[in-house]
T-cell receptor, first 113, second 113 residues
Framework: NAGVTQTPKFQVLKTGQSMTLQCAQD?????MSWYRQDPGMGLRLIHY???????DQGEVPNGYNVSRSTTEDFPLRLLSAAPSQTSVYFC????????????FGPGTRLLVL | AQSVSQHNHHVILSEAASLELGCNYS??????LFWYVQYPGQHLQLLLK??????LVKGIKGFEAEFIKSKFSFNLRKPSVQWSDTAEYFC???????????FGKGTKLSVIP
């Protein structure tokens, strides 16, 4: 198993540009989520999904869109990047049933100029 | 809404010293509790978790944590730290039956050889 994978590892954007952060998992996990990590702020939930076709907002959803067309993939879209979106983005997944652990991807470091 | 408070922003210890990192949570029901570790430049990895049963939980790499329900606490301990324990440590909570994790702001641990 590759686990949770994310691409790209690092990206520089100009203000106003759009981009998609990719996340994929090969563990057949129903639940997937996106977090952003900022210094001194911990991890904050952006969006999450409990299965294909189902998404919902987390704590800090503004400026981000998600979709879940397959169980494996959960892309995060920045429609018009802003400097405040400079952060490290982590994707995570877990099985819904039981006392399961959430597994994290390696992260995408995004710099918006 | 649930919240997690980690008391120390940065802890500096010498090798072989004992470690205790504080974590308190606020939630109105049954909780699941987690400690994650993030080594420099890496993604989050699970150290240990508590769902139910024995409130003293043992994790990987010699770490343990004790759930004290009356104090809403889940402190992380290790009797003797090593230089390789230098990392950032995050406490997280989810409501029982919920998939969403709420993270504390993290505690950075620096171990001096």
């Amino acid at each position: 198993n590759a686990g949770v994978t994310q691409t790209p590892k690092f990206q520089v954007l100009k203000t106003g540009q759009s981009m998609t952060l990719q996340c994929a998992q090969d563990m057949n996990h129903e639940y997937m989520s996106w977090y952003r990590q900022d210094p001194g702020m911990g991890l904050r939930l952006i969006h999450y999904s409990v299965g294909a076709g189902i998404t919902d907002q987390g704590e800090v959803p503004n400026g981000y869109n998600v979709s879940r067309s397959t169980t494996e993939d959960f892309p995060l879209r920045l429609l018009s990047a802003a400097p405040s979106q400079t952060s490290v983005y982590f994707c995570a997944s877990r099985k819904i049933a039981g006392m399961e652990t959430q597994y994290f991807g390696p992260g995408t470091r995004l710099l918006v100029l | 809404a649930q919240s997690v408070s980690q008391h120390n922003h940065h802890v500096i210890l010498s090798e072989a010293a004992s470690l205790e990192l504080g974590c308190n949570y606020s939630y109105g029901g049954t909780v699941n509790l987690f400690w994650y570790v993030q080594y420099p430049g890496q993604h989050l990895q699970l150290l240990l978790k508590y769902f139910s049963g024995d409130p003293l939980v043992k994790g990987i790499k010699g770490f343990e944590a004790e759930f004290i329900k009356s104090k809403f606490s889940f402190n992380l301990r290790k009797p003797s730290v090593q230089w390789s324990d230098t990392a950032e440590y995050f406490c997280a909570v989810s409501g029982a039956g919920s998939y969403q994790l709420t993270f504390g702001k993290g505690t950075k641990l620096s171990v001096i050889p």
